[in-house]
């Protein structure tokens, strides 16, 4: 399934997914197959949740990773997608073999 890339500079980070957008600040980017892999794993997920609650999860998981971390950074990549989307990222074979819900894991793997 193809979704339309937008170069959005305003854009506060270098990719985004906001389905059924890929979201990119550098009009280059549309060439990284990894960041935009890496955008598609997050559109995956959405669509599993239905759009809404993905980002309601997304948001508490960010929450309780800034209280247990005290760091943005670190609260970020600790976010279940984050971890799930920058572990498979460059594998460009992954959306084709990952199963159904598969950020679930990234709970336990903590």
């Known amino acids: 399934m193809k979704f339309p890339v937008l170069h959005l ?3 506060p980070a ?3 997914a906001i389905f059924p957008f890929v979201l990119i600040k550098y009009s280059e980017l549309k060439n ?7 955008e598609l794993i997050h559109i995956r997920q959405q669509i599993e949740l239905l759009v809404i609650p993905f980002f309601i999860l997304y948001l508490i998981n960010y929450l309780v ?3 247990r ?3 943005h950074d670190l609260a970020y990549r600790n976010i ?6 920058y572990s498979n990222d460059s594998d460009f074979l992954y959306l084709k073999k990952r199963g159904f819900s598969s950020w679930v894991k990234y709970f336990r793997s903590h």
Do not use: S, T, W
């Open 9 to 11: 500079p305003f854009l």
């Open 69 to 71: 971390y005290r760091n």
């Open 65 to 67: 990773n800034r209280i």
């Open 32 to 38: 990284d197959r990894q960041i935009i892999n890496h």
């Open 80 to 85: 279940v997608f984050e971890r799930e989307a």
């Open 14 to 16: 270098a990719g985004m």
